[in-house]
């Protein structure tokens, strides 16, 4: 495929902790502990990527191990990640989540913030030329809502198509300060349920 699908958004290493019981104690639990690359733009442009896409992706990431075993991953991909931020200013995001051994998820603790944050208006800006070629630009709701409204507000202004992942209910409330069109929105129930209630 010719066309080019722009990503930007979250870039971070999960950690998952699977306890080997189905205990809730708080407690410490036996159990596996797994790194690997995530983020939900940087996940998209893998598999878009594995799919035979043309995949172009933007966001943060540290100067550090964490970081370069993100890029390898995602190079290794296919995906062309040459308009990441890499900075020795803040860490590479971090996801972690927990389980029981039936893989009921308890609960997760994102630290990515601090590299959101340098995902600006002017970071958008300053790729334009790049974002320019795309066919689509997808979005995360892990950018701030200037960086939000700077994307979709180019997109529009180039008659490209946006896609946006609300990422979390906790996050979805930043599409509702989005000014301009939106072609497609994915949620899961409760990102729904936060933003369009249970009517």
Same mark, same amino acid.
């Given at each position: 495929?010719?066309?080019? *699908? +722009?990503?930007?958004?979250?870039?971070?290493?999960?950690?998952?902790?699977?306890?080997?019981?189905? +205990?809730?104690?708080?407690?410490?639990?036996?159990?596996?502990?797994?790194?690997?690359?995530?983020?939900?733009?940087?996940?998209?442009?893998?598999?878009?990527?594995?799919?035979?896409?043309?995949?172009?992706?933007?966001?943060?990431?540290?100067?550090?191990?964490?970081?370069?075993?993100?890029?390898?991953?995602?190079?290794?991909?296919?995906?062309? +990640?040459?308009?990441?931020?890499?900075?020795?200013?803040?860490? @590479?995001?971090?996801?972690?989540?927990?389980?029981?051994?039936?893989?009921?998820?308890?609960?997760?603790?994102?630290? @990515?913030?601090?590299?959101?944050?340098?995902?600006?208006?002017?970071?958008?800006?300053?790729?334009?030329?790049?974002?320019?070629?795309?066919?689509?630009?997808?979005?995360?709701?892990?950018?701030?809502?200037?960086?939000?409204?700077?994307?979709?507000?180019?997109?529009?202004?180039?008659?490209?198509?946006?896609?946006?992942?609300?990422?979390?209910?906790?996050?979805?409330?930043? *599409?509702?300060?989005?000014?301009?069109?939106?072609?497609?929105?994915?949620?899961?129930?409760?990102?729904?349920?936060?933003?369009?209630?249970?009517?």
């Amino acid at each position: 495929m010719k066309g080019i *699908v +722009s990503i930007i958004g979250g870039i971070n290493i999960d950690i998952k902790g699977i306890a080997d019981s189905e +205990s809730i104690e708080s407690d410490s639990h036996p159990g596996i502990i797994h790194f690997s690359s995530g983020g939900v733009a940087r996940n998209i442009a893998e598999n878009l990527s594995l799919l035979g896409l043309n995949v172009k992706l933007f966001g943060c990431i540290g100067d550090d191990e964490f970081g370069r075993l993100i890029l390898k991953r995602t190079d290794s991909a296919g995906v062309n +990640s040459e308009g990441v931020i890499k900075t020795s200013a803040v860490s @590479t995001s971090v996801y972690l989540a927990v389980s029981n051994i039936s893989k009921n998820f308890h609960y997760a603790v994102n630290d @990515t913030q601090r590299t959101s944050d340098l995902v600006t208006a002017d970071y958008i800006r300053s790729n334009s030329k790049t974002l320019k070629e795309s066919n689509m630009i997808v979005l995360d709701t892990n950018l701030n809502a200037e960086a939000l409204n700077e994307a979709v507000s180019f997109a529009n202004e180039n008659g490209i198509p946006v896609f946006v992942d609300v990422v979390s209910a906790e996050k979805s409330a930043r *599409v509702k300060e989005i000014d301009g069109h939106v072609d497609f929105l994915s949620v899961n129930k409760a990102e729904f349920r936060k933003l369009f209630g249970d009517g």
